[in-house]
């Protein structure tokens, strides 16, 4: 939960008008239905990276949202193609998953 804090502390720290112009901020909440599972989300990007955690609170411990996973992903357009990594760390920042790819807009 103290990463979450840094992260939520940064972003309210580089939420200036001069910084609005170069970093993207991205907050939000999901609900699993069948689950009963709780999500927020919420990232900074700046130029073609993205730091971003998930933090999830379950039915049985309602209230406690504790942070899932933590991402750094890199975006990069050419053209129409648009080639992306993203990493994906658990809440002990362990690297769990690396996903490499490549994507088409028409």
């Known amino acids: 939960m ?15 008008a001069a910084v609005a112009d170069t970093f993207k901020f991205t907050l939000g909440s999901e ?3 069948e689950t ?9 990007d700046y130029g073609i ?3 971003g955690a998930t933090l999830k ?7 406690s949202f504790n942070v899932s996973k933590y991402e750094l992903d890199f975006s990069q357009p050419i053209g129409p193609v648009t080639l992306y990594v993203e990493n994906d760390f658990d809440d002990g920042f ?8 490549a994507k088409y807009s028409f």
Request: proline share 0%; no cysteine; hydrophobic share 40%.
């Open 94 to 101: 362990k690297h769990s998953e690396t996903v490499i790819g």
């Open 36 to 44: 009963e599972i709780n999500s927020v989300y919420g990232s900074i």
């Open 2 to 16: 103290k990463y979450s804090a840094i992260i939520v502390a940064a972003s309210l720290a580089f939420s200036s």
């Open 31 to 33: 609900r699993a239905l």
């Open 57 to 63: 609170d379950t039915a049985t411990d309602s209230g």
């Open 49 to 51: 990276a993205s730091l």
